[in-house]
């Protein structure tokens, strides 16, 4: 994400040993204290500069407290007039500080270039240092801002003056990262939008591009005096609105609907605060970008994307794939498309003419389109263009020797290049974005991930209901609820849902988790108390209990009720057929267990509690064999391993020989160069050692629901207990892991090998799926994968840990049969041949090695505790179609809903449908009111690559539906009105096609 501290450590040691300074004698008789300012891409800051008695101290001004004194430096001023500086090792992190500095009444200035091969050009070190003649001060100046002669581009058989840089003044702001929330509020947004409006004040042509709603918003709450002057320079087209989004937001790990809540939130306060509808994507820093998004960018009227990451970190691969274009079009299985931008420099340039004309070089020999953006400005803890960037730009913009120079914003650039000739002639890319680095941020911090998957699951279920509650009376929670959707999505922020930031951002994250699982679960019971109210359950034996299902399909699953102390019931359904039921016990917490079956679709069933538990004989496992109908399941009395799982359905061994399935494995996985090396983002496999040994192995459930073995292992101080579980009448194998785990540089993985290998695997991503070879692949295999429809290439070998949201599959190369591998809360997995890897917890050290020492996924943490994880296999004839993993996916992580009631009488029945489900290949991912009346919108995607008939029928006549984008406005795809007749509503559905219906009852 950005460069590690210590390089950047290096690269100002060596900038300061070899700063040499020549000038006249500069008198140091008394005490002068002025200041040197320093700057790169990576980090920014500003030292004061103490001159006593010949001697030089810089003391370095970071705004986190570093760990020791060595962020004093010290030199000697010689007799001679020639200085040079020393260095000790960097501790904190310097920001750049918006202070303006003292006129320069004597001084002078130097810069030193270092190149830095993961920005793609060198960084900037200027170092400003005033003292003597002021005529000598003034001339280094004016020399520092002159650019040298340059000749790059001279030799080009385009002209210079049809060649085109666009100037973007940009601050790329973290909403929190190695800082907190508050920071961000009340320091970086003000600072730096403050002094953009300088710039715009004192330059005429300056133009400023910023994003992130979530900032805006902060600021209008807390500095309204910015925010108006913002609207002003809005409207005069000087401040450019870039993303659309709520926040600059993780594209792996949050759901689709999550995804689409970014710009329908985003581009909605843009739209109401400045009247811009923002037409350019911008996630500059993101570390990976899923499949979808251009699908999801057409639908929020996006047509344009921005990155600078595809590049970043592209050498500590081996061998070296270089990422090969700057510009091209990116498309969705769907076939929507969006121009990309992925610029030559970084997103916090500097303004370097040398540099820039080389950039322009690049982007002409690779794309023969000479248009250039340049975004500016320092990034990260804010800053953004400074003075000398400015004046720097002038000075380039008035020369004859040199491109068109344009203050400029992303909107004008991309306009210029997709008007260009050679536009329609750009490269096409039609599949995910894959970053060749910051593997490791897909499984940092459990903790975080873990609330989130349970937080977009809570607000969808929440809002299904109250959208059906709505007809019987319950006023919809709108800004409960889209509030609740906001803190949500500021989790989403890069560096903090992908666990990268400091331990502050995950105290603060932890309150905002727990808020909106406490207001969202009140919202979601309250509509279901509403619906219940509303149903006729007088007739029955015993207490009513009502199950909920919040997905679009008629569905079996597990209910657990929680139960009384004295309370021993069963369970019985509506002809009065006793259910087999089993109560579990953890601690005095007592739970009736139950199989619910045929729960219809966005619908409930009733059951009732009986006084009389369930009979039944306990099953035939053992302390090492499980058995149901589906699957026959051997634990090695040794190991706690899984040494044979038979499908007998199928008729087929799951794993392979080894004996060695459910394998908890840890390997090293410390940088060469730790701390540094940022092991948050970066995963650096060493050895492994599996865990071979079983302290405990023990039956500790025999019933008639479900089956349990519970297995213990330690490693270090670290425990595990891993309770493998089948349940009557389920072809599901489940594992729930507690971890409590205190290791550092570690990774634990839970391994797989299977009976049958392929060459290519596929991961669930938002709207759909995305397949990937085996990366241990040298050459092409003969087979090619579908989907993509692609060859393998060099750059499939850097993808050893890839995104997956809640289920991966491994099927045979003639998808006779397979194995699909769910999970509850995790989001990343390794694939080889035949076996798969689920990444469970890390123990990286947070942030760089100047900021201070906390570990990520330590139990000792009280916010994290013990580690829960489940994840389950589903073996299957056919392909993960055929198995309808999808849903399999859906529903390991939405659970029924169980309301114990009071017998009453309604006009709904003891069991319904408010929508039958549609096609199999069909998901539907949202049901909720409209934004802006109280139509319902209805969130639809295909999942199987097939054009389809959809036929949607209601509980109730529906007087209208039409087709409209993910924003509600109808303004970026044809609205279209849909067939209805009573109760049903027609609709194509493209393949892989996202479709948002609105209906109107």
């Not at 000479?370 to 263009?385: A, C, I, M």
Request: include cysteine; proline fraction near 5%; charge should be negative.
């Amino acid at each position: 994400m950005k460069a590690a501290l210590s390089r950047n450590s290096v690269y100002l040691f060596i900038s300061l040993c070899l700063l040499c300074m020549v000038c006249s004698k500069p008198s140091v008789d008394t005490e002068l204290t002025k200041y040197m300012e320093w700057s790169s891409e990576a980090v920014d800051g500003v030292d004061r500069l103490i001159i006593q008695d010949k001697q030089v101290q810089i003391e370095h001004l970071a705004h986190r407290p570093v760990e020791d004194d060595s962020s004093k430096f010290y030199c000697d001023l010689p007799d001679t007039g020639k200085f040079a500086l020393t260095l000790q090792p960097v501790a904190g992190r310097g920001d750049i500080k918006l202070e303006q500095l003292p006129t320069a009444e004597n001084g002078f200035v130097t810069k030193i270039l270092i190149d830095d091969g993961d920005y793609g050009g060198a960084d900037l070190y200027k170092f400003i240092l005033y003292f003597g003649d002021p005529q000598i001060a003034a001339k280094y100046q004016k020399e520092f801002n002159r650019e040298p002669p340059i000749v790059e581009l001279q030799k080009m058989d385009i002209p210079l003056k049809d060649m085109t840089m666009h100037l973007v003044g940009h601050a790329h702001v973290d909403l929190s990262w190695l800082w907190s929330k508050s920071e961000t509020i009340h320091e970086v947004y003000p600072n730096t939008y403050k002094n953009a409006l300088d710039l715009m004040n004192n330059f005429d042509k300056f133009c400023f591009s910023a994003s992130s709603a979530q900032g805006y918003d902060w600021v209008e709450t807390y500095y309204p005096d910015i925010f108006a002057k913002i609207q002003e320079r809005v409207k005069d087209g000087r401040w450019e609105i870039v993303g659309g989004a709520w926040t600059e937001h993780n594209s792996n790990i949050p759901s689709d609907e999550s995804l689409v809540r970014q710009y329908l939130y985003g581009k909605r306060y843009f739209k109401d605060k400045f009247n811009v509808d923002v037409n350019v994507g911008w996630l500059p820093d993101c570390f990976g970008f899923n499949w979808s998004m251009p699908q999801i960018y057409n639908k929020s009227g996006i047509d344009y994307f921005m990155t600078h990451k595809l590049k970043h970190q592209e050498n500590r691969n081996k061998p070296i794939v270089r990422f090969p274009y700057n510009n091209f079009w990116w498309l969705s299985p769907d076939g929507s498309r969006v121009l990309v931008c992925h610029t030559v420099g970084g997103y916090g340039e500097a303004v370097q003419g040398k540099k820039m004309a080389q950039q322009m070089k690049t982007i002409i020999e690779r794309h023969k389109i000479p248009v250039l953006l340049v975004p500016y400005g320092h990034g990260d803890h804010g800053g953004g263009p400074q003075r000398d960037m400015v004046e720097r730009a002038i000075e380039l913009e008035q020369r004859e020797d040199y491109p068109q120079v344009k203050f400029s914003t992303a909107e004008k650039y991309f306009d210029q290049v997709s008007k260009h000739p050679e536009a329609q002639n750009l490269p096409v890319i039609d599949d995910e974005l894959y970053i060749k680095t910051h593997r490791g941020t897909l499984t940092t911090d459990s903790q975080v991930k873990r609330d989130n998957r349970q937080s977009e699951v809570l607000l969808t279920d929440a809002e299904k209901l109250s959208a059906i509650a709505m007809r019987f009376g319950l006023e919809y929670p709108q800004q409960e609820l889209d509030d609740a959707w906001k803190l949500l999505l500021f989790g989403q922020v890069h560096d903090n849902l992908d666990g990268s930031s400091i331990q502050i951002v995950y105290d603060e994250a932890a309150e905002d988790y727990a808020k909106i699982k406490t207001d969202i679960s009140r919202l979601r019971d309250r509509a279901i108390d509403k619906i219940s109210s509303e149903i006729n359950i007088a007739g029955g034996s015993g207490e009513p209990v009502v199950v909920f299902n919040t997905l679009s399909w008629e569905r079996d699953g597990v209910v657990k009720l929680d139960l009384q102390a004295n309370e021993k019931p069963g369970i019985a359904d509506a002809a009065g057929n006793a259910v087999p039921s089993q109560i579990i016990k953890h601690g005095s917490q007592r739970t009736l267990l139950f199989i619910a079956r045929n729960i219809p679709s966005l619908g409930y069933k009733t059951y009732w509690l009986t006084s009389e538990p369930f009979e039944a004989s306990q099953g035939n496992s053992t302390a090492n064999h499980l058995e149901n109908e589906f699957l026959a399941v051997d634990v090695d009395p040794q190991t706690g391993c899984l040494s044979k799982v038979f499908d007998k359905m199928n008729q087929r061994d799951v794993l392979d020989e080894s004996g060695k399935g459910n394998v908890l494995r840890i390997y090293e996985d410390r940088p060469p160069e730790a701390p540094s090396g940022e092991p948050a983002w970066n995963i650096n496999l060493g050895d492994h050692t599996d865990l071979m040994q079983a302290e405990a192995i023990k039956l500790v459930e025999n019933g008639p629901v479900r089956q349990t073995i519970r297995i213990e292992k330690k490693y270090g101080k670290s425990n595990f207990a891993q309770e493998i579980s089948l349940y009557a009448g389920m072809p599901l194998l489940e594992t729930r892991l507690s971890a409590n785990w205190y290791e550092h540089y570690k990774f634990l993985k839970a391994v797989f090998p299977f009976s049958f290998s392929n060459e290519w695997a596929t991961f669930e991503i938002p709207f759909g799926t995305v397949q990937r070879y085996d990366y241990r692949l040298k050459t092409a295999p003969e087979a090619t994968m579908q989907h993509p429809q692609r060859k393998w290439e060099l750059a499939d070998h850097t993808k050893f840990e890839v995104a997956a949201l809640k289920w991966a599959d491994l099927s045979t190369p003639d998808n006779s049969y397979g194995v699909s591998f769910l999970n509850d809360s995790k989001y990343a997995y390794s694939f080889s041949g035949n076996t798969i890897e689920l990444s469970l917890i890390r123990g990286p050290r947070r942030g760089y090695s100047g900021t201070p020492e906390s570990w990520a996924d330590q139990s000792d943490n009280p916010i994290v505790g013990t580690h829960h994880v489940a994840y389950a296999l589903l073996p299957h004839k056919g392909d993960w179609l055929n198995a309808n993993s999808m849903r399999a996916g859906y529903e390991f992580n939405t659970s029924l809903l169980a309301k114990r009631m009071a017998a009453h009488s309604g006009k709904l029945p003891a069991e319904y449908a408010f929508m039958p489900e549609p096609s199999a290949n069909v998901m539907c991912t949202a049901l909720k009111k409209a934004q802006d009346s109280n139509a319902l919108v209805l969130r639809l995607f295909e999942t199987a690559g097939k054009d389809t008939p959809v036929k949607l029928e209601f509980d109730q006549p529906v007087k209208r539906a039409y087709t409209t984008d993910l924003l509600e406005w109808g303004k970026y795809v044809e609205s279209k009105n849909l067939r209805v007749a009573g109760k049903t509503v027609e609709l194509p559905l493209n393949h892989y096609a996202v479709e948002t219906v609105v209906l109107e009852f």
